[in-house]
T-cell receptor
Framework: EAQVTQNPRYLITVTGKKLTVTCSQNMNHEYMSWYRQDPGLGLRQIYYSMNVEVTDKGDVPEGYKVSRKEKRNFPLILESPSPNQTSLYFC?????????????FGPGTRLTVT | AQSVAQPEDQVNVAEGNPLTVKCTYSVSGNPYLFWYVQYPNRGLQFLLKYITGDNLVKGSYGFEAEFNKSQTSFHLKKPSALVSDSALYFCAVRDLTNDYKLSFGAGTTVTVRA
């Protein structure tokens, strides 16, 4: 089954404790992206990647890191999480970087930072 | 800069009545427009998109949307709503001059009452 998977689905952590949220797609997509969803703000893009070893900042990159060492994986790293990073996070992928393609979304990761 | 506005936080309709979810956009060039739906505790699912051509676009689950360039709108419609259409709906836009970036609206919660 073609899908985007994220782990963990739920995470509660404390301020400053480094964490990684994994994202993997099995569709051989070139483009991958991370979003955060907050009430009243919709989805805001954190980082995106146009291919292996090619990443760029989205609208809200502060406090996050990403890497794209393999085509299928695009982990999101929070080096020192803070309470304002409590949010619902989505990973997405699409076949190519051009704009005609819709994105396929993972199930989401709900992160709480205390 | 590109942006999307969904002027209604909530839309309530009775089952069997027409459903409309409004979306307006702002881009510097020509837009690619998308609608996504999010059911509770799920990721976003693609509904339909406008790239070029016919202004009336048909999508999944009986939804359609009309692209209106003069009004910069892309309203989502369904002739006869179902209780199962109750969900959170997002409009999104890509600017052809910067087509790596997908900008989302804040979302509209649709409630269809039996």
């Amino acid at each position: 089954e073609a899908q985007v998977t994220q782990n963990p689905r739920y995470l509660i952590t404390v301020t400053g404790k480094k964490l990684t949220v994994t994202c993997s797609q099995n569709m051989n997509h070139e483009y991958m992206s991370w979003y955060r969803q907050d009430p009243g703000l919709g989805l805001r893009q954190i980082y995106y990647s146009m291919n292996v070893e090619v990443t760029d900042k989205g609208d809200v990159p502060e406090g996050y890191k990403v890497s794209r060492k393999e085509k299928r994986n695009f982990p999101l790293i929070l080096e020192s999480p803070s309470p304002n990073q409590t949010s619902l996070y989505f990973c997405a992928s699409s076949p190519q970087t051009t704009g005609v393609y819709e994105q396929y979304f993972g199930p989401g990761t709900r992160l709480t930072v205390t | 800069a590109q942006s999307v506005a969904q002027p209604e936080d909530q839309v309530n309709v009775a089952e069997g009545n027409p459903l409309t979810v409004k979306c307006t956009y702002s881009v510097s060039g020509n837009p690619y427009l998308f609608w996504y739906v999010q059911y509770p505790n799920r990721g976003l699912q693609f509904l339909l998109k406008y790239i070029t051509g016919d202004n009336l676009v048909k999508g999944s689950y009986g939804f359609e949307a009309e692209f209106n360039k003069s009004q910069t709108s892309f309203h989502l419609k369904k002739p006869s709503a179902l209780v199962s259409d109750s969900a959170l709906y997002f409009c999104a836009v890509r600017d052809l001059t910067n087509d790596y970036k997908l900008s989302f609206g804040a979302g509209t919660t649709v409630t269809v009452r039996a």
